[in-house]
């Protein structure tokens, strides 16, 4: 029996403005090479192409379109421009589902696979394996599936959430004070780093938008998952930290990563 048909999104609209001035309005952190000869954006690409796909799409905005073309133009990947302007993670997703439910086919029972384009994910084999498992365990459920690396020390800039021992995610905050990330170690479970990588059925997805009633705004984190009381079981978690991720957020996430390349 064939398995679900996988579509990975990649989302490629961020303007990169806490990497100034190395990152520019009109050349974003993804459009960067910053550890070789491809940049974050084509290495992001590389690594969908691992997985057993249907489609790779790169959602972006109108004033990155050129540039995505260069850089992707050759990979066999199709290139979604939802507007004129940044909106969010939320609004962005959304109109993937709408545009692949109404131009494409009834996408009922796909998984799909949201990426950002920004990160670093050096072991590329583990992170395949990681997403096939994922979604072999998602597949035919309304379960979102988020992917986590455990908490190594405090870090304000990234999403954090806290998952129980069944591995379901009970609370999430993005971007948390640091008497925030107190109170999430306080109850002694487990308390993950957020990827920003999202995976689930199209009902999942849905799912999620539906419970929030409001019109899709700003971070998918945000809108969808910071609730204050999350459904157990509805969304669960993975452990990504075979993966060696690390978010290229800043200049202190930058150079704290190539020190720990040099090692």
């Given amino acids: 029996m064939a398995g679900p048909r996988l579509h990975v999104v990649i989302l490629a609209g961020g303007s990169g403005e806490r990497l100034f001035p190395l990152s520019l309005p009109d050349r974003p952190k993804q459009f960067l090479r910053l550890f070789g000869d491809s940049s974050l954006l ?3 690409v590389f690594r969908a192409r691992l997985l057993p796909y249907t489609t790779i799409t790169v959602c972006s905005i109108r004033k990155y379109e050129e540039t995505i073309f260069d850089h992707v133009g050759n990979l066999d990947v199709a290139i979604s421009i939802e507007g004129k302007e940044a909106l969010g993670t939320a609004p962005a997703i959304k109109s993937v589902l709408d545009n ?3 131009n494409q086919y009834c996408p009922s029972g796909d998984v799909f696979l949201f990426c950002p384009c920004d990160h670093v994910i050096e072991n590329k084999g583990n992170f395949a394996m990681g997403i096939q498992k994922a979604i072999e365990q ?4 309304d379960k979102l599936m988020l992917f986590g690396v455990p908490m190594r020390y405090k870090d304000s800039r990234l999403g954090h959430f806290l998952a129980n021992y069944d591995d379901e995610v009970i609370k999430f905050f993005e971007k948390p004070t640091s008497g925030e990330i107190d109170y999430l170690l306080s109850h002694n479970l487990k308390t993950y780093w957020n990827t920003g990588i999202f995976l689930g059925t199209f009902e999942a997805f849905e799912k999620q938008f539906n419970l929030n009633k409001r019109k899709p705004i700003g971070s998918f984190d945000t809108f969808c998952l910071a609730r204050r009381n999350i459904p157990l079981g509805s969304i669960m978690v993975r452990d ?7 978010d290229i957020g800043n200049w202190e996430s930058l150079i704290r990563h190539i020190a720990t390349m040099r090692r």
Wanted: aromatic share 18%; hydrophobic share 45%.
């Fill in 138 to 141: 998602i597949v035919g459920t």
């Fill in 42 to 44: 084509q290495e992001t």
């Fill in 100 to 102: 692949f439910q109404a």
């Fill in 240 to 246: 990504a930290d075979s993966w060696a991720w690390d």
